[in-house]
């Protein structure tokens, strides 16, 4: 019986959908049997996102209304055994679905799956209530700044209503050099106002961009710091317990930048 | 001194410490935004306890979230007319 856990945020634009198709991608890498709703009815991106827009023949909407069966919506990903698409529809909106939908779809998929993620849409209206009525748990997205933490703690109280647990937040484009400089929130000032557990801090990462181009999931190529952080979130979400990455080491480009600024103060 | 903390960052001196305080005052306000439904039922049930103990002015009752800079606290203003003597029958309802 799959978990179901949704990625939700408050403020949009933040990386919930570039967090569920590299979380998902490395769940698959530990063989483990994964599908990606696409939750955000109306605003389909995570087929783009784990590059299968070509793939997509029906949407889960079609499952619903009984256009077409289960099997037939699933995209299956062939670069990597075990992990499976279930896409949005484009041209729906919000409403097409309600919760009590959302659970039985969510019911039906359970048993062929060991985890079944919600890649859900911004805002605390019906869209994310829809999105999130099936799921167990959640994982909070959020940036290191003041508009995102707040979204992120109105989410949360509602997600506790819910009775989603556990909770879990992920930080997501911490830049180590701007903490250093004392010029972003750190991982430990977020975690001070919001209280709630934490399952990774996803640094700044100029591949999610090439991944998306490319549209391949960093987690499946590895090769970058965002790829490790998605790889560690992914393996606590397994239980394993993996020690938070050395952000600082990758601020020591921090120093030079400072030492560059420092000297070009002086020349004022 | 001054320069030493500019190269190596003292962690302190640039918007983050800002952000930190201004975050964690609009978290207390947003946490504590109660609307009014909630504050009329909460009225009535502190009047219902109250009532058992003493007789009260209902009329004159104040209850209301008071927000300053740093902390929200709860001010209710009873006018009390008489207390009620001997054991309150707690139990009763
Ligand atoms: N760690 C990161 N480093 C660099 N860019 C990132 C990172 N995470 C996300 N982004 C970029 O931020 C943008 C938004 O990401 P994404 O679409 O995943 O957010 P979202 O929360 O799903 O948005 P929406 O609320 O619209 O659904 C994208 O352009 C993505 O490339
Ligand atoms: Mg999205």
Same mark, same amino acid.
Not at chain 1, 177 to 190: S, W
Not at chain 1, 236 to 252: F, K, Q
Not at chain 2, 19 to 44: E, F, G, M, N, Y
């Given at each position: ?28 890498? #530990? ?17 783009? $996102?784990?590059? %299968?827009?070509? &793939? ?24 990597? =055994?075990?992990?499976?698409? %279930? ?8 409403? +097409? ?6 659970? +039985? ?5 359970? =048993?062929? #799956?060991? #985890?079944?993620?919600?890649?859900? =849409? ?5 869209? #994310? ?5 099936? +799921? ?15 979204? *992120? ?9 819910? @009775?989603?647990?556990?909770? &879990?937040? $992920?930080?997501?484009?911490?830049? =180590? ?32 961009? &090439? ?22 979130? +992914? ?15 990758? *601020?020591? &480009? @921090?120093? %030079? ?12 | ?10 962690? /302190? ?63 209710? /203003? ?16």
């Amino acid at each position: 019986m799959a978990r179901v856990i949704v990625t939700t945020s408050g403020k949009g634009g933040v990386g919930k959908t570039t967090s569920t198709a590299n979380i998902a991608a490395a769940l698959a890498r #530990f063989g483990k049997k994964v599908v990606a709703v696409d939750a955000d009815v109306g605003l389909r991106n995570l087929d783009v $996102i784990m590059g %299968l827009e070509n &793939r997509v023949v029906y949407n889960f909407i079609d499952v619903i209304e009984k256009v077409c069966k289960l099997n037939q919506a699933l995209v299956k990903d062939k670069r990597v =055994p075990g992990l499976y698409l %279930l896409p949005a529809a484009q041209t729906r909106t919000k409403d +097409a679905v309600t919760p009590e939908q959302m659970i +039985a779809l969510c019911e039906e998929l359970k =048993p062929e #799956f060991d #985890f079944i993620l919600l890649d859900c =849409p911004a805002g605390i209206e019906g869209g #994310f209530k829809n999105a999130a009525a099936g +799921a167990d748990e959640a994982l909070v997205v959020t940036t290191p700044e003041i508009p995102s933490v707040r979204d *992120a703690d109105r989410i949360i109280g509602m997600l506790e209503s819910m @009775g989603k647990s556990p909770i &879990r937040l $992920i930080i997501n484009r911490l830049r =180590p050099n701007m903490v250093q400089d004392g010029d972003m929130l750190a991982k430990d000032d977020i975690l001070d106002v919001l209280s709630i557990d934490l399952i990774g801090v996803v640094p700044e990462d100029e591949n999610v961009i &090439r991944s998306t181009n490319n549209g391949e999931p960093m987690t499946m190529s590895l090769d970058s710091p965002a790829a490790q952080a998605y790889l560690n979130i +992914a393996e606590r979400l397994l239980g394993r317990d993996v020690p938070l990455m050395d952000l600082e080491s990758y *601020a020591t &480009r @921090g120093f %030079l930048s400072r030492l560059k600024k420092f000297f070009k103060g002086k020349k004022k | 001194m001054d320069f030493l903390k500019r190269l190596f960052g003292s962690g /302190n001196e640039g918007s983050r410490g800002k952000a930190k305080d201004r975050l964690k005052i609009v978290l207390i306000h947003d946490r504590t935004d109660i609307s009014p439904q909630l504050l009329d039922s909460l009225r009535s049930e502190i009047i219902g306890v109250l009532t058992k103990y003493m007789d009260i002015d209902t009329q004159k009752i104040e209850i209301d979230l008071d927000h300053d800079e740093h902390e929200v606290a709860l001010v209710a /203003n009873v006018p009390v007319l008489r207390i009620k003597r001997g054991k309150v029958d707690v139990d009763k309802e």
